[in-house]
């Protein structure tokens, strides 16, 4: 059990240095935090990351920590995910290609005690990663101007979360988190003539803490059937300063006190569950970025300004089948997964709202067996997304994703007749 345990240790650890590699090249990560990132399980990603009322004994469900009062007594739950993106990017005739891979989470969990459940691990929260430039001509003058645009960093979390059954139906949660990463862009232009060049650099450093509320209510509807009720909120609050740089000189910078913030964010889902073969679900969810400040120049002057971001709002349907779980064919025992998704920005791009994403998903769930453990299970899935705006660069995303989730018997006693 030790060595698991410090295999475990080691898989985050290396996932928490994973994360410092960028997993995206889009040029909409410029804006706000960055691109958000997917948190769902392994599980659910064939599911295009359905969860809020998922309840599965077996699944680390990070996005509902009310959902972990659901794990079995006996077992030890580990949970590792990679994926790696082909991302085609169009802007009138010009098409560019680019590929991306990354680690992106490490979870585990386990029943604490009798009715609570324990998870922690390590999630992206966003991601940065850009570097393009284009070609301007100044207002009332013949003069061009290339401005180099370039981005990385991102947001990360590590968490530790408990979900308590208050009784039968009812079980809440919560996920406090380590909020840490970086973001760092720089805008440099170059003109034709004599006209001098400009260089700024923004930055931030984030170090905070998050904290996400969760709860299910679980009402069975007949001898086989189950309907559960998910509902979620996250805290909004300051999480740290901006910076902006002027050119090469450390002392013409400017300091946005409070510069960056979380958003308020709810989310509600419904999951149906026929036995051990059907389940389906859908969740909505909403972030209130619209009430928030941001900051950018405006006028010559670093400050913060409203009306650049928006609120975002999120729609997931997703299924999961089993033809017979209890059989002795593998073919009867996988999972198959399917799902789709539409997500509206949370940002504005010169006044105009940013691409909006449209998402569809499959997978299967691989049960592995060996001599001590049937109960582990691979996950793979596919993934397209279709980003796009009027006048804005389309993106076509596909996107493998593979999950490990281990799942054994740690807890179990043994006896000897």
Not at 15 to 43: H, M, N
Not at 66 to 77: E, G, P, V
Not at 356 to 381: D, F, H, I
Request: aromatic letters at 12%; charged letters at 15%; hydrophobic letters at 35%.
């Amino acid at each position: 059990m030790n060595k698991r345990i410090f295999c475990e240790i080691l898989a985050i650890a290396f996932a928490v240095a994973s994360f410092a590699q960028s997993s995206t090249r889009s040029p909409y990560s410029q804006y706000g935090i960055g691109l958000l990132s997917d948190q769902s399980s392994g599980f659910s990603r064939g599911m295009n990351g359905v969860g809020l009322a998922l309840r599965q004994g077996n699944v680390v469900n990070t996005l509902n920590p009310a959902s972990y009062s659901s794990i079995d007594s006996l077992t030890m739950i580990f949970d590792m995910g990679i994926s790696g993106q082909l991302t085609n990017f169009k802007e009138g005739t010009s098409k560019v290609t680019a590929k991306t891979a990354s680690f992106d989470f490490a979870t585990g969990g386990f029943r604490l005690i009798k009715n609570v459940g324990m998870a922690f691990g390590v999630l992206p929260l966003s991601n940065i990663g850009y570097d393009y430039n284009s070609t301007e001509t100044i207002k009332n003058s013949s003069t061009t101007t290339t401005v180099n645009y370039e981005g990385s960093g991102g947001l990360h979390q590590a968490f530790l979360g408990i979900g308590w059954r208050v009784f039968k139906p009812l079980s809440i949660g919560v996920n406090g988190s380590y909020l840490w990463g970086s973001i760092d862009r720089s805008v440099e232009s170059s003109s034709t003539s004599d006209v001098t060049s400009m260089t700024r650099y923004y930055s931030a450093s984030i170090k905070s803490y998050k904290l996400d509320f969760g709860l299910q209510w679980q009402q069975p509807l007949g001898k086989n059937d189950v309907l559960t009720i998910g509902l979620t909120a996250g805290l909004g609050h300051k999480v740290g300063d901006a910076e902006c740089q002027a050119g090469d000189d450390e002392k013409n910078t400017t300091v946005v006190s409070n510069g960056y913030a979380l958003p308020m964010s709810y989310g509600a889902g419904l999951a149906w569950k026929h036995g051990a073969i059907l389940l389906i679900g859908a969740d909505f969810t909403m972030q209130k970025w619209g009430s928030l400040d941001f900051p950018a120049m405006n006028g010559g002057k670093y400050e913060l300004q409203s009306g650049l971001l928006k609120d975002r709002y999120q729609l997931k349907l997703g299924g999961d089948f089993v033809p017979n779980p209890v059989g002795r064919k593998l073919a009867g025992r996988i999972h198959y997964k399917l799902g789709a998704g539409y997500t509206t920005p949370y940002y504005k791009i010169k006044g105009n709202n940013g691409p909006k994403e449209l998402s569809v998903s499959a997978g299967v769930g691989l049960p592995l067996q060996n001599s001590y453990n049937n109960r582990s299970v691979l996950n793979l899935s596919v993934q397209w997304v279709h980003t796009s705006a009027p006048n804005l660069i389309v993106e076509n995303t596909f996107r493998l994703n593979i999950g490990l989730t281990f799942n054994e018997r740690w807890f179990a006693k043994w006896k000897v007749d």
